[in-house]
């Protein structure tokens, strides 16, 4: 599985951003298949790898971190094979790198996982 993140860039505190993520096979089996869950994380430079949101791929369950909540969307959409993360309202402190992975069982660790996209936010 392949997961390519796109959408990232600098936008004014206040303003909002649309990450996407395309999700390829490498075997000619749908994603659909492969994986259970996608999620979105994000890194800041000298911290730890944070939880951003995740949405199981068929029923399409969502969660968040608690400091994205009410201001950022994960959605899927499963004929696009691609997971987006609408982040409305940001701050200064969402900027990061962020990445999505994703999850083949409930219990397994991310076993994919993108190559990041930076995201800017000015105050």
């Known amino acids: 599985v392949r997961l390519v993140e796109s959408g990232g860039g600098l936008v004014q505190a206040g303003g909002s951003l649309r990450l996407s993520c395309a999700v390829s096979s490498t075997d000619g089996i749908s994603p659909i298949f492969s994986i259970y869950r996608m999620g979105w994380f994000r890194r800041t430079a000298g911290k730890e790898r944070e939880f951003v949101a995740r949405?199981?791929?068929?029923?399409?369950?969502?969660d968040y971190a608690d400091s994205v909540k009410g201001r950022f969307t994960i959605s899927r959409d499963n004929d696009k094979n691609t997971v987006y993360l609408e982040m409305d309202s940001l701050k200064p402190e969402d900027t990061a790198v962020y990445y999505c992975a994703g999850q083949k069982l409930a219990v397994s660790e991310y076993e994919y996982w993108g190559q990041g996209t930076q995201v800017t936010v000015s105050s």
């Open positions: 949405i199981t791929w068929g029923g399409g369950r969502t």
